[in-house]
């Protein structure tokens, strides 16, 4: 990875279990899963968990571009975070 950029959304309950389904993530099955690459730097929102309960997770790969996706049904929390490749070799 080159570099990444990430986002923190607070999100109604009602809205991101729709996206959840409507995006088709999957059920995380334990919390090494949900790894943020970025994590340090969230100092307000972290990606924090004491339970793999109601985290749901999707990964894409949009070019030369992975985009992870974290939600938390306990806090209506989504993370997102774009990694974009390292070219150089470096």
């Known amino acids: 990875m080159e570099w990444l950029t990430g986002a923190v959304l607070a999100i109604d309950s009602a809205t991101l279990h729709r996206f959840i389904y409507d ?15 970025g994590n340090g730097y969230l100092k307000n ?7 793999a309960e109601n985290i749901y997770l999707l990964n894409r790969r949009v070019g030369d ?5 974290v939600a ?3 806090r209506q929390l989504l993370w997102a975070e774009i990694n974009y490749a390292d070219w150089s070799g470096n």
Do not use: E, G, W
Request: net charge positive; glycine share 0%; charged share 25%.
């Open 45 to 51: 929102f972290p990606a924090a968990f004491n339970t």
């Open 65 to 69: 571009k992975t985009v992870k996706y």
């Open 72 to 74: 938390d049904l306990n």
């Open 23 to 37: 995006q088709k993530f999957d059920t995380a099955k334990d919390l090494s899963q949900v790894n943020i690459s």
